[in-house]
């Protein structure tokens, strides 16, 4: 009766059995099935990285090749004066063909377009410049506005889009200011294609956004676009699988929608393989089953017994990877405890160590600082988030690799911090290492050891100190600067208070016998005598805009504010200006907004601004011009436009204005007379109450100078009470 009993339970859990296995093996083929899948898109998305390593690849070539061309004395000196042994040395067909450049642009400071050459890489023959790229140097989007303004990315042209970079032209050592923008170009087109193609052995389609797409393109995009940098991975068919990725232009927009796609051997071989196992199992399990239920029902007991011994082995040496559960008051109890025992032994353990390590890469990688563990044969051990960042790899590839050959300043390091002492002489090191890319590190290198004092490795850490290091040069170069330009305005403002005793009494006696009051004089006496009174009172005009300027960047310049009447002032000019425009038949024309009575500001700088830019207007105005002033309202600011009908201002002269002791040109300053003055204390003046300064000129046309002041005065200013009453009662 029992070994009846056992038998029907034998035959009812080996029933049993195949029924759980049959369901085991379907949900784990459906598992599996699934698990392929996830590999297929892991694989497609480190295939589409590929191919997106490659055009970063090629970007980064055309960024390196610009740069190493852009920050070249020869380079600095070309934008300067075109040399032309600098065309005919450095810029060939040839040469853009060797470096596999279609085109190359050169931008002085100005933003004007110096010299440009643009070619076919395929035969070498000269092509026009796209006038896109021609329109966009205009609006100032591919010029670098400082030293440090690098542009790359794409653009999309009419012809193909291309590659662009874009770098301040420097000296070779990199070394400002910048002398203009040099740019690079390279057409994404056919060749380039094939070339990413055979590289990453993949097929590529890709459109542009501005053009018509195909369906699954518009499908497509919209996943594409909506998380920068995505990757979206979709089936083609049975036989071949897709990843979508966007490329972006200069400006960070979509530029490109790629599509590269490949053969799914890894899904259709893993699926195929899948489905034998599957049957095989099946057909496996039947006749185990059956084979089992015969063997069972002969041996069972003695064949319990060996299970038993086999598993209390296993257990000692903790070699399980499944879990038993069985019922009923038997020898299979005894195994089922045993066998649970052990697996919870195992998992408990694996559980303690997998904390362990958990807590231990939450605590480095929490780190801001990059750190890195090393093997005394200088091999990387382990790295944290942030070490892994700057390497730009994965923990897996980083894990074997030489530091000697690692990315990132880890060669370096190497190098700087002797490591291999550090190893030899189980001693701490610590320094400051300046990369080559212009970052500066605090790293620091520590032993760790074991109980017995053996050297298990080296722990690195990285600090990035490089703002602080510029912040600490900019702050002492700033106090020299200021100390400088201190001493320079004190200068200037006692040499001329120095100057305008003696100039006072040298006009003032030649004023007198100008006039004749000590006995008369003739006629070439009086002509010197009048001379000496004239160039007196030019050289003190000269003095009084120079102590007017150092009082200003000396920072003691006071503005008296007083309510003024703004038409009589302008009118007061006019008077003043009358005999000078009456020389050269100039006529002088006053145009107030109706609106606009009295402002508030400094009257005698008001003047002084108003006097320069009219005396500037008549000066370089032809004979029978008309210099126009304008006077109107803007919200809370008024207005003064002077306008001539003269010789007007070359664009190339135009960034020398309100420099002081500057005119736009050496040969007109020998025609027209001129200290360099007048412009810069116009914008001081200007600036000190509040306002600001433009102007617009075109050669042949004449020139525009305008100047805005609060019309109720400067925010917290203090008014001169005396002068609005006076000006008042009368």
């Known amino acids: 009766m029992p070994s009846t009993d056992i038998s029907k339970k034998v035959l009812i859990i080996t029933l049993l059995i195949f029924a759980v296995l049959i369901t085991a093996v379907t949900f784990t083929h459906n598992i599996q099935i699934s698990n ?26 055309l960024a390196y090749s610009v740069q190493d061309w852009a920050c070249w004395d020869d380079t600095c000196q070309f934008v300067e004066d075109q040399n032309q042994e600098y065309i005919e040395v450095d ?46 140097i205009e609006d100032g989007t591919l010029l670098s506005e400082d030293e440090d303004d690098k542009i790359s990315g ?63 393109f518009l499908n497509e995009y919209s996943l594409v676009t909506e998380v920068p940098g995505r990757i979206v991975v979709e089936p083609l068919s049975e036989e071949r699988i897709a990843g979508y990725f966007e490329l972006n232009d200069i400006a960070g927009e979509p530029a490109l929608i790629v599509r590269a796609d490949f053969p799914r051997n890894l899904y259709s071989q893993s699926k195929k393989t899948l489905d034998y196992m599957y049957f095989f199992l099946l057909l496996t399990g039947l006749l185990t089953g059956v084979g089992v239920k015969l063997a069972l029902d002969r041996l069972f007991v003695s064949r319990l017994t060996e299970i038993d011994d086999f598993v209390t082995n296993v257990r000692a040496e903790k070699d399980l990877s499944k879990r038993l559960e069985l019922k009923d008051n038997d020898e299979l109890f005894r195994l089922s405890r045993e066998i649970n025992g052990m697996l919870n032994e195992i998992d408990l353990a694996e559980q303690e160590l997998k904390t362990q390590e958990r807590e231990k890469k939450v605590i480095l990688d929490s780190l801001n600082e990059p750190v890195v563990f090393v ?137 007198l016998l100008h006039e004749q009051i000590f006995g008369e004089l003739n006629k070439k006496q009086l002509r010197y005598v009048g001379n000496i009174s004239k160039g007196g009172k030019h050289l003190l005009n000269l003095i009084n805009d120079i102590l007017d300027l150092s009082k200003v960047e000396a920072g003691k ?34 145009d107030v907004d109706s609106g606009l009575t009295t402002i508030y500001a400094d009257e005698a700088r008001f003047m002084q601004v108003l006097y320069n830019l009219l005396d500037n207007a008549i000066k370089f105005s032809n004979e029978k011009g008309i210099a126009n002033v304008e006077a109107k309202r803007k919200g809370e600011m008024v207005e003064i436009r002077v306008t001539d009908t003269g010789i007007g201002i070359e664009e190339k002269d135009q960034s020398k204005l309100f420099r002081a002791f500057s005119q736009v040109d050496s040969s007109s300053s020998k025609i027209f007379q001129g200290t360099g003055l007048g412009l810069s204390l116009v914008k001081q003046i200007a600036q000190m109450h509040g306002g600001y300064v433009w102007f617009r ?34």
């Open 154 to 216: 794409f653009v999309l042209l009419d012809e193909n889009p291309m590659f662009i970079a874009c770098h301040p032209i420097l000296t070779t050592k990199y070394e400002g200011p910048s002398r203009g923008t040099l740019i690079f170009g390279r057409y994404l087109d056919s060749d380039l294609i094939k070339h990413f193609k055979e590289v990453t052995c993949s097929s590529l389609l890709m459109y542009r956004v501005d053009e018509e797409m195909p369906p699954d």
């Open 36 to 61: 392929f899948l996830e590999l297929e898109t892991v694989d497609t998305l480190e295939n589409v990285e590929r191919v997106q390593n490659a055009v970063a690849t090629k970007q980064g070539y």
């Open 697 to 730: 000129s075109k050669p042949g046309e004449g020139s525009t100078f305008a100047f805005t002041l609060p019309i109720k005065g400067k925010k917290g200013a203090v008014f001169n009470e005396e002068v609005r009453e006076g000006e008042g009662d009368d």
């Open 375 to 511: 093997d005394p044969d200088l091999y990387i051990i382990w790295a944290n988030k942030a070490a892994l960042e700057h390497m730009g790899m994965e923990l897996e590839e980083a894990v074997g690799l030489s530091q000697k050959v690692a990315p990132g300043v880890n060669s370096q390091a190497v190098e700087y911090l002797h490591l291999e002492d550090a190893f030899a002489k189980e001693e701490k090191k610590a320094g400051e290492l300046s990369a080559g890319d212009g970052t500066v590190w605090s790293i620091q290198a520590v032993s760790v050891t074991d109980d017995t004092g053996k050297i298990l490795g080296i722990l690195e850490t990285w600090r990035n100190i490089t703002e602080s290091k510029k912040a600490e040069k900019l702050f002492q170069e700033k106090q020299i600067a200021e100390a400088a330009n201190r001493t320079k305005s004190e200068f200037l403002a006692n040499m001329s208070h120095e100057l305008r005793t003696p100039l006072n009494s040298i006009i003032g006696f030649s004023d």
């Open 557 to 590: 310049m006071e503005l008296k504010y007083s309510e003024f009447e703004l038409a009589g002032k302008l009118n007061s000019v006019k008077s003043l200006m009358a005999p000078i425009a009456s020389r050269k038949n100039i006529e002088i024309k006053i």
């Open 91 to 136: 810029l060939q067909n040839e040469t853009l063909a060797g470096i596999d450049v279609n085109l190359m642009l050169f931008v002085n400071e100005s933003g004007t377009l110096v010299y440009t050459k643009s070619i076919d890489i395929e035969t070498e023959e000269e092509v026009p410049v796209p006038s896109r790229l021609l329109e966009m």
